[in-house]
Nanobody, 116 residues
Framework: QVQLVESGGGLVQAGGSLRLSCATSGVSISIYAMGWYRQAAGKQRELVATISTGGGVTEYADSVWGRFTISRDNGKNTVYLQMNNLKPEDTAVYYC?????????WGQGIQVTVSS
């Protein structure tokens, strides 16, 4: 059974930082492209960042570029999202995603709330 479990969310003041982790079991993430997505209340889920299997290629949404950093540790089967200079508009449920071909696995999501 494949499980992706996010952690590290919570409440932070604007300008602060959080580091999200996504621990995966039941599959080796080394062959999966990994990503972080978010969904704010009343809005559609949107891409935040993705990282290739080896970590050499990353992609970011324009809204987080320069503030967020995605990374992965294939040995620990974990992907991270370092979020700096957080803004109230970053408030959302953040989801971890593992993708390989037609296979796509999601975590249950974790709340990040940024107060002004």
């Amino acid at each position: 059974q494949v499980q992706l479990v996010e952690s590290g969310g919570g409440l932070v003041q604007a300008g602060g930082s959080l580091r999200l982790s996504c621990a995966t079991s039941g599959v080796s993430i080394s062959i999966y492209a990994m990503g972080w997505y978010r969904q704010a209340a009343g809005k559609q889920r949107e891409l935040v960042a993705t990282i290739s299997t080896g970590g050499g290629v990353t992609e970011y949404a324009d809204s987080v570029w320069g503030r967020f950093t995605i990374s992965r540790d294939n040995g620990k089967n974990t992907v991270y999202l370092q979020m700096n200079n957080l803004k109230p508009e970053d408030t959302a449920v953040y989801y971890c995603d593992a993708k390989r071909g037609t296979r796509n696995y999601w975590g249950q999501g974790i709340q990040v709330t940024v107060s002004s």
